[in-house]
């Protein structure tokens, strides 16, 4: 003070920028500790005196970091886990030397108590020391594991089908509805279509996207699953360009073979749920799954197909084949994914609930992988891979690793793992990915898992709960 008294032109820019130099190193700090959010600054007040504006300073930032662990810690609460008790507006947090608003998308601070914790888009935090005060804005943008939204407008389940198509998530189908949903960010849903699409309620189906030889067109196709007010299975291939209109490719897509039991028929062919399927090589491909009636309709087949009604068998030759160890067991909910492991793209198959006797259990839990480049020769990568065996786990591949995620481990309690474990670039090993995530009490089985937006998202589970998470590194 005694200094600017004198009239003399001291410059304030070096002064400003250590402080911000200390800000940007503090907030990074922040970030690292917290594994949630980036903070980058967006505000800052002038002040006077260095030493009282660094103290500011830092009360600021512990109010940003008093805030942003709370808000880790509690993602699937509301503002009032947060904010002051009985303060109004509810989205303020005051405390001895800093005072703390929660602003809303719109820039507003937040006014209601139950606005959930996600809504928080920025944190304001005004740090006091003496005379001086000093404001940090910070974006709040999450990393690691984030809730997207508990409560989205569609049937929440698992046994759904999932995938990203023209730029959106889309949902479909589960054990309950037939609904179609879109959505650019995994929070504002659009139901494509009002009345039940053509193929009628199912759960269990998948649904791929692949161009259409016939026009070049990138399409939806859904295909398999089980009625949902039924016993029945599906065999059944559709295709849609939009979403909304389908068309029937083909009613009997995988065709009784010479050597099937009895339970499947030259009618319906070798229907199924519970199976796996993706793009790979310029065609379709399914794998596995469950007929639906005994230990006998248990699949452990390779089909491929490039328009959807011609599907050409391409594991185990022409004919039913026993169970020999050569290949991998048959199994329904199982996951398949496509991965490049450094020697080229090849398939892969994990996990699931085999018909093959273990234990002397009539079903058995699987936590092997196989992989394949041609769909008919295979290799047995893990005979048991480092995650317990389950079903129901769901699989994408992110920062050129296989990630496996949820699953069910006890079918006599239903337990499911909260677990995520993420395997090195040779699939040798594989390595949980600690902290476990935040899903309690949300469980997942048979989920929707993919990448979209260069994030992972997980889509409903077990505990029929309309829930979307999404993951950044």
């Known amino acids: 003070m005694d200094k600017l008294k004198t009239g003399k032109n001291f410059s304030k820019k070096p002064q400003g920028s250590v402080l911000a130099a200390t800000l940007i190193i503090l907030a990074a700090m922040l970030a690292i500790a917290l594994s949630v959010s980036v903070v980058s600054i967006q505000e800052r007040k002038a002040s006077i005196g260095s030493t009282r504006s660094s103290l500011a300073y830092q009360e600021a930032e512990s109010g940003i970091e008093n805030v942003m662990q709370k808000l880790k810690d509690n993602q699937l609460g509301n503002v009032s886990a947060i904010a002051t008790a009985s303060q109004t507006p509810c989205g303020v947090v005051i405390a001895e030397n800093y005072k703390v608003e929660l602003k809303d998308s719109s820039g507003a601070v937040i006014s209601s ?28 943008n999450c990393r690691g594991w984030c809730l997207v939204t508990d409560d ?6 698992n046994h759904l089908a999932t995938a990203v198509f023209q730029g959106k998530i889309w949902v479909m189908g589960g054990p309950a509805t037939s609904d179609i949903w879109s959505s650019a960010d995994g929070v504002s849903w659009t139901q494509e279509i009002t009345s039940s699409p053509i193929w009628g309620p199912r759960g269990d189906a998948i649904v791929l996207v692949h161009t259409d030889p016939a026009d070049g067109v990138e399409k939806l196709w859904l295909m398999g699953g089980n009625s949902t007010t039924s016993t029945a299975s599906y065999g059944d291939v559709w295709k849609s360009a939009n979403g909304k209109d389908w ?43 469950w007929g639906g009636s005994g230990t006998s309709n248990y699949y452990n087949d390779v089909w491929s197909s490039s328009d959807g009604s011609t599907w050409q068998k391409v594991s185990g030759g022409g004919n039913w084949q026993p169970y020999d160890g050569s290949r991998w067991a048959p199994r329904s909910n199982h996951e398949t994914i496509v991965y490049d492991d450094g020697t080229g793209e090849k398939m892969w198959i994990m996990g699931g609930r085999s018909s093959v006797v273990a234990n002397g259990s009539d079903l058995a839990l699987k936590n092997d992988v196989w992989w394949s480049s041609d769909g008919s020769t295979w290799t047995k990568k893990n005979d048991v891979a480092d995650w317990s065996v389950r079903r129901g786990i769901t699989s994408v591949v992110l920062n050129n690793r296989i990630w496996v995620l949820g699953g069910e481990i006890n079918m006599t309690d239903h337990t499911t ?20 995530p935040p899903w309690s009490p949300q469980s997942f089985s048979e989920s929707g898992a993919l990448i979209y937006d260069n994030k992972m998202w997980l889509i409903s589970g077990s505990d029929y709960t309309p829930v979307v998470w999404k993951y950044q590194p």
């Open 247 to 289: 068309q029937l490719v083909t009613n009997k897509a995988w065709p009784k073979q010479i050597g099937d039991p009895s339970s499947i028929t030259d009618a319906n062919g070798r229907v199924r749920r519970q199976f796996s399927g993706f793009v790979f090589q310029g065609k379709m491909w399914i794998m596995g799954g």
């Open 417 to 436: 793992s909260k677990e995520v474990w993420t395997a090195d670039a040779l699939v040798n090993n594989w390595t949980e990915q600690l902290p476990v």
């Open 152 to 157: 989205a407008p569609w049937y929440g389940t």
């Open 113 to 140: 108590c139950d606005v959930p914790i996600r809504s928080i888009v920025k944190i304001k935090s005004i740090g006091y020391s003496g005379q001086n005060s000093r404001a940090i804005e910070v974006a709040v």
